[in-house]
């Protein structure tokens, strides 16, 4: 028996795996619907007959009421909130993070709430305007008034049936809120077979120490940079700038970055191929990630398994994630010193890190528990 599944998502560079992987499962068929307003399509490259573009909301969820499918995968909440909430299909909910997680401060508090700021980042990023409306949401909330876009989150979230989460974690957290919720067991993969032909470890001094994943202020970049500067000594650092964030505040983080004394940074500001990426990011032994959140997760696995020095916040739901299942990763507050940074990881930290790698990123089980997944729903 046969089932559909009709998959909406924006130009977003995880779609192509997600087109590629829905060839693998016979007797699901799939239809990938894109919103795309400008018609200027950049992260998407799949030539794929059943991958159509919209150029509204609008057009798409017309689009897909009109069509039969058991299911609609939401690739994370990516166009308006009002016209998702017109969907007649039963809703599998692919998170991928800012549509899940919000900060204490924010307007819309979603599936989860966290502080996602560091303090040097809250401070120099959050205006007086801002810490006003701060205020007053709070005092909004504590007198039981909902804005209208956080009472359209809340309905939306309360029509999906199915929440594919990166980290398992994130599902016990969203069923504190949305008891409803049931588990599906998608990620995205892009490959059909497990490859775990893992490179030899050998990095050239200088070391570069590379930083975040994007420009988005949850990478908590200024926090970060000031660790490494208090240290003392000259550190050279690779910057990934070219996805997410503002024009605003990269202009500000830039200015900001020139008044470190021992931080050289090398930004990269243009979009890079995920081969070229990580043969760029690979050449550094250490890596930093500041998200307090589920963030960069593919970054930092693909770290792990390149025999990278990880660190990560150790109040983070990556650094639970990533210590709760064998990896050695390392935290900001008490591990990012001069000491570990003059040496790359051990080879037993390396072997330790690929069998977490081979055990949790076995593409062939993944497939067999997916298909798993459908024959239950048909």
């Excluded at 689009?63 to 909130?81: E, K, R």
């Excluded at 502080?115 to 701060?134: F, I």
């Excluded at 975040?212 to 000594?233: C, F, Q, R, V, Y």
Aim: aromatic share 16%; hydrophobic share 35%.
């Amino acid at each position: 028996m046969s089932m559909k599944i009709l998959h909406i998502a924006t130009d977003e560079k995880f779609i192509d795996s997600a087109i590629d992987q829905f060839t693998w499962y016979e007797n699901v068929e799939s239809d990938f619907f894109i919103c795309c307003p400008q018609n200027e399509v950049k992260y998407i490259h799949s030539t794929a007959s059943n991958v159509r573009f919209f150029d509204s909301a609008a057009k798409l969820v017309s689009a897909a009421n009109a069509m039969n499918a058991d299911f609609v995968m939401l690739h994370s909440f990516g166009i308006s909130y009002v016209e998702l909430l017109k969907l007649k299909h039963r809703i599998i909910w692919k998170l991928w993070g800012y549509d899940f997680y919000s900060d204490k401060y924010d307007r819309i508090q979603r599936a989860v709430s966290l502080n996602l700021y560091g303090p040097r980042t809250r401070v120099q990023t959050t205006s007086l305007k801002q810490k006003y409306k701060h205020f007053l949401r709070s005092l909004a909330g504590l007198c039981g008034v909902k804005a209208e876009k956080q009472k359209q989150y809340d309905a939306l979230v309360s029509k999906v049936e199915f929440l594919a989460p990166v980290f398992d974690e994130e599902f016990e957290l969203a069923k504190k809120k949305f008891p409803h919720l049931k588990y599906c067991p998608f990620q995205y993969y892009s490959g059909g077979k497990s490859n775990f032909e893992f490179k030899k470890v050998s990095f050239e001094q200088p070391y570069n120490i590379f930083i975040g994943n994007s420009l988005d202020p949850t990478n908590n970049h200024l926090d970060i940079l000031a660790e490494l500067d208090k240290l003392g000594k000259p550190v050279s650092v690779i910057m990934p700038i070219s996805y997410s964030g503002s024009p605003e505040y990269k202009t500000f983080l830039k200015a900001e970055c020139a008044k470190y004394k021992n931080v050289s940074i090398r930004f990269l500001e243009t979009f890079m191929e995920r081969s070229e990426y990580f043969k760029l990011a690979s050449t550094c032994p250490f890596a930093i990630y500041g998200h307090r959140r589920q963030q960069a997760a593919g970054n930092i696995g693909q770290m792990l398994k390149d025999g990278v020095k990880v660190f990560l916040y150790k109040d983070s739901i990556n650094y639970q994630y990533y210590s709760n299942h064998g990896y050695k990763v390392f935290s900001i507050e008490d591990e990012l010193n001069e000491e570990n940074l003059k040496e790359p990881l051990a080879a037993e930290f390396v072997q330790q890190n690929r069998n977490a790698y081979m055990k949790y990123e076995n593409t062939e089980t993944y497939v067999e528990t997916m298909k798993n997944f459908f024959l239950r729903l048909v």
